[in-house]
């Protein structure tokens, strides 16, 4: 079974119900298994009050698994960002730590910036 990568700007429209990402969201549930990284959590949680966060958070976490950083995924990311930076390309850690994710664990990445991610291992979803 596939499982799909969500990427947190996907995370943030699904939440504030855009059609499209609801729509997207619904289908891959009904397809394969959904994840996000443990940095969309924190990116999704400053984006609320403690009391939005309480109510979608909670059916957040029932919908995907929140994968955490490990060495693996962090070592990566730190190969990448001196990769890009030496080829003259500054990629945010955020995003290096999220395409590592992606590889390491063979999902596909859900994303409407592929821009962002210019790893060729990288699995996009095309949608």
Avoid: C
Avoid at 86 to 112: C, E, F, H
């Amino acid at each position: 079974m596939t499982t799909y990568l969500l990427d947190s700007n996907i995370l943030m429209d699904f939440f504030k119900q855009k059609k499209e990402a609801v729509d997207l969201v619904t289908t891959l549930l009904g397809t394969g298994g959904l994840a996000a990284s443990i940095l969309s959590v924190t990116e999704l949680r400053a984006g609320w009050t403690h009391d939005q966060a309480r109510f979608f958070l909670s059916r957040f976490y029932r919908l995907v698994k929140v994968e955490d950083i490990n060495l693996e995924i962090a070592e990566l990311a730190g190969k990448y960002r001196n990769e890009y930076k030496s080829k003259g390309l500054t990629i945010p850690t955020i995003d290096t730590l999220i395409a590592a994710t992606a590889i390491i664990n063979n999902y596909q990445l859900v994303t409407r910036n592929k821009r962002d991610f210019p790893m060729p291992e990288i699995k996009f979803l095309d949608f």
